[in-house]
């Protein structure tokens, strides 16, 4: 399964941007799609996950600011980020997880997009 990534820029503090990630090959269906991001020296850590029934949750940094949404028939996730902080700034990755339609499972990587939000 492939994931392409779009929506990654540059913005000032307090500005927006929406990520977008769609999923493609033999699949079946997918169940968890996330976003998770890497700043320079740091871990990679999670930002937002959606179940297939459209259920979210958030890392404490990003609620109430950040929001993710799903497409089931596009097998796209969205991250809406508003109110952007300079130390938002990372490479963003989305990951999904499902079964392929040969009934096995899979779990992808996006390439990874750039967000980096000037203050």
């Known amino acids: 399964v492939s994931l392409v990534e779009s929506g990654g820029g540059l913005v000032q503090a307090g500005g927006s941007l929406r990520l977008s990630c769609a999923a493609s090959?033999?699949?079946?269906?997918?169940?968890?799609m996330g976003w998770y991001r890497q700043a320079p020296g740091k871990k990679r850590e999670l930002v937002a996950s959606i179940t297939s029934g459209g259920s979210a949750t958030y890392a404490d940094s990003v609620k109430g600011r950040f929001s993710i949404s799903r497409d089931n028939t596009k097998y796209t996730v969205y991250l809406q980020m508003n109110s952007l902080k300079p130390e938002d700034t990372a490479v963003y990755y989305c990951?999904?997880?499902?079964?392929?339609?040969?009934?096995?499972?899979?779990?992808?990587w996006g390439q990874g997009t750039q967000v980096t939000v000037s203050s």
């Open positions: 090959g033999d699949i079946f269906n997918v169940h968890g």
């Open positions: 990951n999904q997880e499902g079964l392929l339609a040969a009934m096995r499972v899979f779990n992808s």
